[in-house]
């Protein structure tokens, strides 16, 4: 695996051509109620793919792991703190994104977003890319892979990823009291359906469970399980296109 940004450009550039995958991590600068970090979907995603990544180890496909993108669509959270990106200037920034990489040599690149503001719009910047250039793209949200339920905001998932991941930034979270009406956002009324209310974010405080029910030890579980779909994801976008856009190297 090649770092892009401590890596000299020719090293870079021949692993593109070679077929390498680069992979970019798309974060977010939200609240995450009192005691996690701003940066926590940045942080997540960047342990998830850190961990696939290993996980595949030398025998698995070439990878260029790109910097993360710290900035994501968060305006539901300005309502506390938030740096935020519209949708048109987060499509755009991906958009330049992609079509660098293309221009650079790279032929395949895979997003994996941490926030989920930014999942609509990920998914369609790939969509839009690989109908202007000659690439092959992919795009997921770490917790949609594998098994498991929505993860929540602040909450139990959360807290547990980030305790086992940078321990040293959760602070003891103070004590919860589920909202009279749950949110909508988290809880839909019909599988499938999408519901937001004006002010539901506000009014649950940002954060959507629990955090007092995280763990370290549950939270190395769920790091585990989400980096080894990640992994299983990565070889089968490897697979599903190393023939047409890989070098020809399966």
């Not at 000299?8 to 992979?23: K, N, Q, S, Y």
């Not at 917790?143 to 991941?165: I, K, N, Q, R, V």
């Not at 002010?199 to 959507?208: D, K, P």
Request: overall charge negative.
């Amino acid at each position: 695996m090649l770092r892009l940004d401590r890596q000299p450009w020719r090293e870079v550039r021949a692993a593109g051509e070679r077929g390498a995958i680069a992979v970019l991590p798309v974060g977010s600068q939200e609240q995450h109620s009192a005691h996690l970090p701003m940066g926590t979907d940045t942080m997540l995603a960047e342990a998830v793919v850190d961990a696939a990544i290993a996980r595949l180890g030398d025998g698995g496909p070439e990878l260029v792991r790109l910097p993360a993108l710290p900035f994501g669509h968060s305006p539901h959270h300005l309502f506390a703190a938030a740096v935020s990106l519209s949708p048109a200037t987060l499509q755009a920034v991906l958009a330049d994104v992609l079509d660098s990489l293309a221009r650079s040599g790279f032929r395949r690149v895979l997003l994996v977003n941490g926030h989920g503001g930014n999942d609509e719009i990920v998914r369609l910047a790939v969509k839009r890319c690989a109908l202007e250039r000659d690439v092959a793209l992919g795009a997921c949200s770490y917790w949609a892979l594998g098994e498991g339920g929505p993860p929540g905001h602040a909450g139990a998932f959360e807290t547990s990823l980030m305790l086992a991941a940078h321990p040293d930034l959760v602070a003891t979270p103070a004590p919860w009291q589920a909202p009279d009406e749950p949110p909508l956002f988290h809880r839909p009324p019909a599988p499938g359906l999408v519901v937001e209310r004006h002010g539901e974010w506000a009014r649950v405080g940002g954060t959507t469970d629990d955090p007092g029910a995280a763990d370290a030890t549950t939270g190395a579980a769920l790091l585990d399980a989400r980096a080894e779909a990640l992994a299983g994801a990565i070889r089968a976008f490897h697979a599903a296109t190393a023939t047409s856009h890989g070098g020809g190297n399966p």
